[in-house]
Nanobody, 121 residues
Framework: VQLQASGGGLVQAGGSLRLSCTAS????????MGWFRQAPGKEREFVAY????????DYADSVKGRFTISRDNAKSTVYLQMTSLKPEDTAVYYC???????????????WGKGTEVTVSS
Protein backbone atom coordinates (compact mmCIF):
# COMPACT_ATOMS: atom_id res chain seq x y z
CA VAL A 1 0.00 0.00 0.00
CA GLN A 2 1.37 3.36 -1.04
CA LEU A 3 -0.09 6.83 -0.84
CA GLN A 4 1.41 9.52 -3.02
CA ALA A 5 0.55 13.12 -2.27
CA SER A 6 1.23 15.92 -4.72
CA GLY A 7 0.18 19.43 -5.60
CA GLY A 8 1.91 21.45 -2.93
CA GLY A 9 3.78 24.64 -3.66
CA LEU A 10 4.16 28.32 -2.94
CA VAL A 11 1.09 30.52 -3.22
CA GLN A 12 0.14 34.00 -2.11
CA ALA A 13 -2.44 34.60 0.58
CA GLY A 14 -5.91 34.41 -0.91
CA GLY A 15 -4.81 31.96 -3.56
CA SER A 16 -5.76 28.36 -4.21
CA LEU A 17 -4.10 24.99 -4.53
CA ARG A 18 -5.38 21.49 -5.16
CA LEU A 19 -3.65 18.59 -3.49
CA SER A 20 -3.98 15.05 -4.78
CA CYS A 21 -3.39 11.73 -3.06
CA THR A 22 -3.25 8.60 -5.18
CA ALA A 23 -3.33 5.17 -3.62
CA SER A 24 -1.77 2.05 -5.02
CA UNK A 25 -1.67 -1.51 -3.82
CA UNK A 26 -4.47 -2.98 -1.73
CA UNK A 27 -6.72 0.02 -2.00
CA UNK A 28 -9.83 -1.94 -1.01
CA UNK A 29 -8.53 -2.40 2.51
CA UNK A 30 -9.77 0.88 3.96
CA UNK A 31 -12.90 3.00 4.02
CA UNK A 32 -11.74 6.51 4.79
CA MET A 33 -9.06 8.84 3.54
CA GLY A 34 -8.00 11.97 5.28
CA TRP A 35 -5.68 14.92 5.13
CA PHE A 36 -3.57 16.09 8.01
CA ARG A 37 -0.98 18.84 8.21
CA GLN A 38 2.01 19.74 10.31
CA ALA A 39 3.35 23.25 10.54
CA PRO A 40 6.92 23.93 11.65
CA GLY A 41 7.21 23.52 15.41
CA LYS A 42 3.65 22.29 15.76
CA GLU A 43 1.95 18.96 16.15
CA ARG A 44 0.25 17.22 13.27
CA GLU A 45 -3.39 18.24 13.03
CA PHE A 46 -6.49 17.00 11.28
CA VAL A 47 -7.67 18.85 8.17
CA ALA A 48 -10.41 16.77 6.54
CA TYR A 49 -11.60 13.24 5.83
CA UNK A 50 -13.93 11.57 3.39
CA UNK A 51 -15.70 8.23 3.50
CA UNK A 52 -14.85 6.48 0.28
CA UNK A 53 -18.18 4.65 -0.08
CA UNK A 54 -20.82 7.23 0.80
CA UNK A 55 -18.78 10.42 0.59
CA UNK A 56 -19.34 11.66 4.13
CA UNK A 57 -16.93 14.46 4.92
CA ASP A 58 -15.70 16.35 7.94
CA TYR A 59 -13.39 19.31 8.31
CA ALA A 60 -11.37 21.05 10.95
CA ASP A 61 -13.02 24.30 12.01
CA SER A 62 -10.01 26.23 10.77
CA VAL A 63 -10.60 25.18 7.16
CA LYS A 64 -14.39 24.89 6.95
CA GLY A 65 -15.77 26.89 4.08
CA ARG A 66 -12.34 27.18 2.45
CA PHE A 67 -11.22 23.60 1.83
CA THR A 68 -13.11 20.84 0.04
CA ILE A 69 -12.21 17.16 0.08
CA SER A 70 -13.41 14.90 -2.70
CA ARG A 71 -12.63 11.51 -4.16
CA ASP A 72 -12.46 9.69 -7.47
CA ASN A 73 -12.71 6.05 -6.57
CA ALA A 74 -12.03 4.93 -10.12
CA LYS A 75 -8.67 6.66 -9.93
CA SER A 76 -8.05 5.74 -6.28
CA THR A 77 -7.44 9.43 -5.72
CA VAL A 78 -8.56 11.90 -3.10
CA TYR A 79 -8.31 15.63 -3.59
CA LEU A 80 -8.10 18.59 -1.27
CA GLN A 81 -9.15 21.82 -2.93
CA MET A 82 -7.83 24.71 -0.87
CA THR A 83 -9.08 28.24 -1.45
CA SER A 84 -8.68 31.56 0.33
CA LEU A 85 -5.38 30.33 1.65
CA LYS A 86 -3.85 32.03 4.66
CA PRO A 87 -0.25 32.13 5.89
CA GLU A 88 -1.33 29.95 8.81
CA ASP A 89 -2.18 27.20 6.32
CA THR A 90 1.55 26.81 5.68
CA ALA A 91 2.46 23.23 6.54
CA VAL A 92 3.41 19.86 5.20
CA TYR A 93 0.19 18.13 4.19
CA TYR A 94 -0.14 14.38 4.57
CA CYS A 95 -2.78 12.05 3.24
CA UNK A 96 -3.75 8.97 5.19
CA UNK A 97 -6.04 5.97 4.88
CA UNK A 98 -7.88 4.04 7.52
CA UNK A 99 -10.90 2.03 8.57
CA UNK A 100 -12.78 4.65 10.53
CA UNK A 101 -14.25 8.02 9.66
CA UNK A 102 -12.42 9.86 12.39
CA UNK A 103 -10.39 13.00 12.83
CA UNK A 104 -7.83 11.36 15.10
CA UNK A 105 -4.55 10.31 13.54
CA UNK A 106 -4.22 6.94 15.34
CA UNK A 107 -7.27 5.68 13.39
CA UNK A 108 -5.31 5.90 10.17
CA UNK A 109 -3.12 2.95 9.27
CA UNK A 110 -1.39 4.15 6.15
CA TRP A 111 0.35 7.44 5.57
CA GLY A 112 1.89 9.04 2.54
CA LYS A 113 4.89 11.29 2.39
CA GLY A 114 3.84 14.87 2.72
CA THR A 115 3.60 17.65 0.21
CA GLU A 116 4.65 21.10 1.31
CA VAL A 117 2.35 24.09 1.10
CA THR A 118 3.71 27.57 1.70
CA VAL A 119 1.38 30.57 1.79
CA SER A 120 3.08 33.93 1.63
CA SER A 121 1.52 37.07 3.07
Amino acid sequence: VQLQASGGGLVQAGGSLRLSCTASGRTYSWSTMGWFRQAPGKEREFVAYISLKIGTTDYADSVKGRFTISRDNAKSTVYLQMTSLKPEDTAVYYCAAGWHADSRAPYYDHWGKGTEVTVSS
